[in-house]
């Protein structure tokens, strides 16, 4: 019990400190936020990792090389999301226990689905991420966190475009 509180006055003392012009009450609410964000990234990096090796079909070499360029992009975005976490004064969540109960996402499926069946998961695994930046424009407006507001602006796009290109496939 005194470690955890000696850590909590720590972590208080440390963003005492901080006056970047966004209040504590703002940055924490804003870290929230994006410890969600960073959550559904893992999360969704992780299921893309997982249809990467496991894909199989006629589809399979074109899957295969979408899937390594998508979740490389995945695992290039979760830095920047913790690194803004902790700019703002704030420790970025890092555990699987952590991202489970922070992630809009669920868990990758323990057996492979079909190749069809993985193209409308991570669909909606982008959905969800970009449903999870987007919600968080409010307040990055109201506390003037431009820094924040780009990060959104990118992890949006990719989103959105990914989505849209995952989708493509679905047509008939």
Do not use: C
């Amino acid at each position: 019990m005194a470690k955890a509180k000696n850590a909590k006055s720590a972590s208080a003392s440390a963003n005492a400190g901080i006056n970047i012009g966004i209040s504590e009450k703002d940055r924490a609410a804003i870290a929230q936020g994006l410890s969600q964000l960073l959550a559904d990234t893992y999360t969704l990096y992780l299921t893309t990792h997982n249809f990467h090796w496991n894909v199989t079909g006629p589809m399979f070499n074109t899957l295969h090389l979408m899937f390594m360029g998508q979740y490389t992009e995945l695992w290039n975005a979760v830095d920047p999301v913790a690194e803004r976490i902790r700019s703002l004064g704030h420790v970025a969540p890092g555990s699987y226990a952590q991202f489970s109960a922070l992630s809009s996402l669920p868990d990758v499926p323990q057996q492979p689905p079909k190749a069809l069946e993985m193209v409308r998961i991570l669909v909606a695994g982008h959905e969800g991420a970009a449903r999870t930046a987007r919600k968080l424009f409010p307040l990055v407006d109201q506390a003037n966190d431009e820094p924040t507001a780009d990060l959104l602006t990118q992890r949006l796009t990719m989103h959105e475009q990914t989505a849209w290109m995952l989708r493509s496939l679905l047509d008939d």
